[in-house]
């Protein structure tokens, strides 16, 4: 009985594995897509292509792209990042989210960097992108608008 239990156990964190290894990455193309067109200040590509409708409820165009404008002009380009933290929920009240922490480091400084998804028809969207700073980040040195 011992050992049906032991079994069973491994074979649960072994399933469990290989589904957080599966759902990271279906992430992956999403982050790396935000990343890129944040580095070419493409905000409105951002807004119009991965935005998830409540994001778009929430805050219009303008709006998202002042907001994320600002971080961009404060950190400068994006370099490399590590991630830090990943949490993958579904509920039936909320749906499916999926949130992704990162530490990165920019042009100007290192910050902490979190990505929200929200699944929409089949689909993961940005349901919000929040940055917080390190604290040294320098002038915007390397970065031409």
């Not at 509920?91 to 929200?118: A, M, R």
């Amino acid at each position: 009985m011992r050992l049906l239990k032991t079994s069973l156990f491994f074979l649960f964190l072994t399933i469990a594995g290989c589904s957080v290894s599966e759902r990271l990455e279906e992430v992956k193309p999403l982050i790396e897509d935000f990343q890129a067109l944040y580095n070419t200040r493409s905000f409105s590509a951002i807004y119009d292509d991965m935005a998830h409708p409540d994001l778009k409820t929430e805050m219009d165009i303008e709006v998202f792209e002042k907001n994320i404008a600002d971080i961009r002009n404060l950190t400068g380009e994006r370099i490399s990042g590590n991630r830090t933290g990943f949490n993958w929920r579904s509920t039936t009240e909320e749906g499916t989210i999926v949130v992704v922490s990162f530490e990165t480091k920019f042009v100007n400084g290192f910050g902490y960097e979190t990505f929200s998804f929200k699944l929409d028809d089949k689909q993961l969207k940005l349901l919000g992108y929040n940055f917080k700073s390190s604290g040294d980040f320098k002038a915007n040195q390397a970065d031409s608008a």
